[in-house]
């Protein structure tokens, strides 16, 4: 039970261990944060690497309160604080990392410029899992790639975290968007508004042929990486094609590209936690996402099992085995 001084939290103490639910002192908001009280803390792909001690781009320090998204109510506000007052609810992709505290546990005092009003439409589980999906979503389409209404989107992974969100980004801003996924993600993909493709049944060059008449499509966002991000060079269109990657990682060879005088993107949404900086684009995101929900064009994937901090184990587990059918979100409060 926590008090004025402390809180429950979950506490990573040793890479691939189990969390600790235990009390710990409990924050209040430096000059420019606002204290929030968690209601629900989103789980991500990420989450799960950096428990394992596999996510070293991170820079966790231990012992850590992992949690990268959050939604709750602001409790308090520091010194400088005139966007929010107590009791707005509000969401954020916040901590987690980079020795910032997570959002499992059941307050957080966070830097104000990196959230938003939550948009009413969603519950507050919903907008949990938004976050991190959403602003990379942004951030690879918008800001690196600048779709335009009409252009040709190709989205790989489209039914998956990332993916799902890119797909209603690029319909609510205008593009005839396809998207790769399994034949059993058919129904999913095409409910965003994207038509879909089953990658286990065409080639890159089928598809490019039966959808661009063979010219390649203007922009492709890769959410799988490897073999996927060097299909995509394969795939965009020569003079102006654009590749976005989330999954940039490995290595490629970029004469695909070169030889359609097409360019490429890199999406590093850690960035501003880790260093700092463009912090404040991450707020302005997350009202653009409050923006489309509010207008019911932008909903995330929920899987519907539920999950507290005692059962937070439970929910990592859905996401290692994937088993996942949507986001996973754990209940703080």
């Known amino acids: 039970m926590s008090n004025a001084a402390n809180m429950q939290a979950l506490v990573l103490e040793n890479y691939g261990e189990s969390f600790i639910l235990r009390g710990v002192a409990?924050?209040?908001?430096?000059?420019?944060?606002?204290?929030?009280?968690?209601?629900?803390?989103?789980v991500n792909p990420l989450d799960i690497k950096i428990r394992g001690g596999n996510a070293a781009h991170a820079k966790t320090v231990l012992p850590a309160i992992l949690g990268i998204d959050l939604a709750g109510v602001v409790e308090a506000v520091g010194p400088g604080v005139n966007r929010f007052k107590a009791g707005d609810e509000v969401y954020g992709m916040t901590g987690g990392i980079a020795g910032v505290q997570g959002s499992l546990a059941e307050f957080a005092a966070v830097d104000a410029t990196l959230l938003a009003h939550k948009p009413s439409k969603l519950s507050m589980r919903e907008a949990a899992a938004l976050p991190l999906i959403f602003i990379t979503a942004w951030e690879g389409l918008v800001d690196r790639a600048a779709v335009k209404p009409g252009q040709k989107v190709l989205v790989h992974g489209g039914a998956g975290g990332v993916g799902h969100i890119v797909v209603q980004l690029a319909v609510a801003?205008?593009?005839?968007?396809?998207?790769?996924?399994?034949?059993?993600q058919k129904e999913i993909i095409e409910g965003y508004g994207a038509v879909a493709?089953?990658?286990?049944?065409?080639?890159?060059?089928?598809?490019?042929?039966?959808?661009?008449?063979?010219?390649?499509?203007?922009?492709?966002?890769?959410?799988?990486?490897?073999?996927?991000?060097?299909?995509?060079?394969?795939?965009?269109?020569?003079?102006?094609?654009?590749?976005?990657?989330?999954?940039?990682?490995?290595?490629?060879?970029?004469?695909?590209?070169?030889?359609?005088?097409?360019?490429?993107?890199?999406?590093?949404?850690?960035?501003?936690?880790?260093?700092?900086?463009?912090?404040?684009?991450?707020?302005?995101?997350?009202?653009?996402?409050?923006k489309l929900a509010e207008a019911g064009k932008l909903r995330p994937l929920m899987d519907s099992r539920e999950f507290t901090?005692?059962?937070?184990?439970?929910?990592?587990?859905?996401?290692?085995?994937?088993?996942?059918?949507?986001?996973?979100?754990?209940?703080?409060?």
């Open 173 to 184: 801003r205008g593009a005839i968007v396809y998207a790769t996924g399994s034949a059993a």
């Open 197 to 290: 493709i089953d990658y286990q049944a065409m080639t890159v060059g089928e598809y490019v042929a039966a959808y661009t008449d063979g010219e390649g499509f203007d922009i492709i966002y890769d959410t799988v990486g490897g073999a996927t991000l060097d299909a995509s060079f394969e795939a965009a269109r020569t003079y102006g094609g654009h590749v976005v990657s989330c999954l940039g990682w490995g290595t490629h060879k970029l004469a695909p590209l070169s030889f359609r005088a097409a360019t490429y993107s890199g999406v590093f949404t850690l960035l501003p936690l880790i260093t700092g900086k463009g912090r404040v684009q991450h707020g302005n995101i997350m009202q653009e996402a409050a």
């Open 26 to 42: 409990r924050p209040a908001p430096a000059a420019g944060e606002v204290l929030v009280r968690i209601l629900a803390s989103g």
């Open 309 to 333: 901090m005692d059962t937070a184990m439970e929910a990592h587990a859905l996401l290692e085995t994937g088993t996942a059918r949507g986001k996973v979100v754990i209940n703080i409060i």
